[in-house]
């Protein structure tokens, strides 16, 4: 069975990090097609961050603040999140770079970025 289940979020400052976390077992896919994607309330999910070949891509929002890796022995996919801004503020999915509402998703990991 599929589980994608994400973690590191937590309440930070403006202009402050975390580091994302995503644990993925049971997955048809490998974690070299996975991204990191947001839904901040209100809105729909945003795909942020992807690998891609070669390399990675960012939606213009964060790049250049956030950045997306892998550890392929620990099948786990992380993102480090920088210069956070007030509107980074969302749930912070990974699943497959090409994931539908239809498709399985974990809980999600809350950032919140205020002062």
């Known amino acids: 069975q599929v589980q994608l289940v994400e973690s590191g979020g937590g309440l930070v400052q403006p202009g402050g990090s975390l580091r994302l976390s995503c644990a993925a077992s049971?997955?048809?896919?490998?974690?070299?097609?996975m991204g990191w994607y947001r839904r901040a309330p209100g809105k729909e999910r945003e795909l942020v961050a992807w690998?891609?070949?070669?390399?990675?891509n960012y939606a213009n929002s964060v790049k250049g603040r956030f950045t997306i890796s892998r550890d392929n022995g620990k099948n786990t996919v992380y993102l480090q999140m920088n210069s956070l801004k007030p509107e980074d503020t969302a749930v912070y999915y990974c699943?497959?770079?090409?994931?539908?509402?239809?498709?399985?998703w974990g809980q999600g990991t809350q950032v919140t970025v205020s002062s």
């Open positions: 699943n497959h770079k090409r994931a539908t509402a239809y498709d399985y």
């Open positions: 049971g997955s048809i896919f490998s974690i070299n097609v």
């Open positions: 690998f891609s070949v070669p390399g990675t």
